[in-house]
């Protein structure tokens, strides 16, 4: 069949058709999405051959759909759904020589925000009154976790000799297995010492985990997102609250302190400085006063 032949219509329904059986061995999901996709902008460039659209038409498309409010996210995977159906179409009618997707880029998706509680939401929820060691064992849990800003991975794989107490830091395993040192706050390092001395009645003397359960085995990544959402909610915290809330809200509190992004990176186990910039949001009037204080060429004239 050769892009043209029929009236528009009737052409792309033939194309759409041929490259939804392309697609037969796909998940079902993916074929129908690229179906789908294909099909809207057949629609969208309505009295013209689907395989006779031009660069600027198919960019326009997207454009629009932009200006419409669709994410980066989806329509990347639009363009994507596209390039593959060309592809298709090019090889299957060697009379098709030019990719109206050819250089063509989605927008950006917008990068999402990281949700952190404010300091007095972690002051509370931290502040766990109990004599029980459970309870001894989540106030440690949640201390170390909002001083150090460690992934929840690392929390539930941190053995006791990993922790020092004298020097007041915790060595963890983090991305890629790289190792880091990180500082652990005095609040932490007190309930960490009222839960080795719990520790010691649940755990067998051959259990390394720093933090085990009823039983005396090292607590699942699992049980401590379910505590730390049950405990949210006996503090009185009105949103679900997850162990990377506390890692985000370590770093966005230390940066408002402190300004120190290299630092928060470091401290968070960042390979790139990027990853770490989108905690600058939360705060860039104190980053401002930081930098102002700090630079011999940023210094504000005082007003008269």
């Known amino acids: ?37 294909v099909t809207q902008l057949a629609r969208m460039t309505h009295g013209t051959s689907i395989c006779a659209l031009t660069r600027n ?51 950006k998706a917008t990068r999402r925000l990281p949700s952190a509680l404010s300091p007095d939401e972690a002051a509370r929820l931290v502040t766990i009154e109990s004599d029980e060691p459970l309870g001894m064992r989540d106030r440690a849990l949640f201390e170390l976790a909002y001083s150090s800003g460690l992934r ?78 049950e405990w949210a909610v006996k503090q009185g915290l009105l949103q679900h609250v997850h162990p990377h809330m506390l890692r985000h809200s370590f770093a966005s509190h230390v940066l408002q302190s402190s300004g120190d992004l290299r630092a928060v990176q470091e401290m968070l186990g960042h390979a790139s400085i990027a990853s770490t910039q989108v905690y600058t949001h939360l705060d860039f009037q104190a980053l401002a006063k930081v930098y102002d204080a700090a630079h011999p060429r940023a210094k504000r004239k005082t007003r008269r």
């Open 57 to 107: 038409e198919v960019s326009r498309t997207l454009a629009r759909l932009h200006g419409e409010g669709l994410s980066g996210v989806s329509l990347r995977r639009k363009l994507s759904a596209w390039r593959a159906f060309y592809r298709f179409a090019r090889e299957r009618d060697s009379s098709l020589r030019e990719d109206p997707c050819a250089g063509l880029r989605a927008p």
């Open 1 to 37: 069949m050769k892009a043209g032949e029929d009236k528009p219509d009737a052409d792309n329904a033939r194309w759409l058709a041929d490259f939804a059986e392309h697609l037969a061995t796909q998940p079902a999901r993916t074929r129908d999405a690229y179906v789908r996709d």
């Open 152 to 229: 929840l991975a690392e929390l539930a794989s941190l053995d006791v000799d990993g922790l020092d107490r004298a020097g007041a830091e915790v060595r963890v395993l983090g991305k890629g297995s790289k190792e880091r040192v990180v500082p652990v706050g005095a609040a932490a390092l007190q309930a960490l010492d009222a839960w080795l001395a719990a520790r010691a009645t649940l755990a067998p003397r051959d259990e390394r985990a720093l933090f085990v359960g009823r039983r005396g085995r090292r607590l699942t990544p699992r049980a401590i997102q379910k505590r730390l959402a």
